[in-house]
């Protein structure tokens, strides 16, 4: 899903069901754009950590897992289709963020926002 740009937000194994073509997802009335929502990192690793506590029942060595955040960084980084092979485990960098970059993209959106609300009352 993440692949197609959707976070589900409260995926579990009650929102699996098994057909004949393989797993359907359902429940979806809680799903977000992945790149317009601030808080879809935070969904997809609790999301995919639903599944990996539910499945760590039967597979215990999926617990020491981390599948979330890996394809949470394979995303970010463009790297994420269908025919990835995901590992498991994920480092974190460690490197702090761009406070100045990211000033510089609020301060963007900020006059974007600026000309196109003074383009709106031009046209009025």
């Known amino acids: 899903m993440l692949a197609a740009g959707v976070v589900h937000g409260d995926l579990s194994e009650f929102n699996i ?5 393989g797993p359907v997802i359902i429940d979806l009335p809680q799903a977000v754009d992945a790149a ?3 808080h879809a990192p935070r969904m997809l690793v609790r ?3 639903n599944l ?7 597979a215990p060595e999926l617990l020491a897992t981390d599948y979330g955040k ?3 960084a394979l995303y970010r980084a463009g ?3 269908a025919e990835v092979t995901l590992t498991g485990r994920f ?11 990211v000033m510089r993209e609020i301060d963007d959106a900020r006059l974007e926002e600026a000309a196109r609300l003074m383009r709106m009352a031009e046209a009025e």
Not at 52 to 58: A, E, K, L, N, Q
Not at 91 to 99: R, T, W
């Open 91 to 101: 480092e974190d960098d460690g490197a702090p963020a761009d406070l100045e970059a």
């Open 52 to 58: 990996r506590r539910f499945f760590g029942r039967v």
């Open 70 to 72: 890996e394809i949470w």
């Open 79 to 81: 790297a994420l289709h």
């Open 47 to 49: 999301d995919v950590d």
């Open 36 to 38: 317009g929502n601030n």
């Open 17 to 21: 069901l098994l057909g004949a073509e």
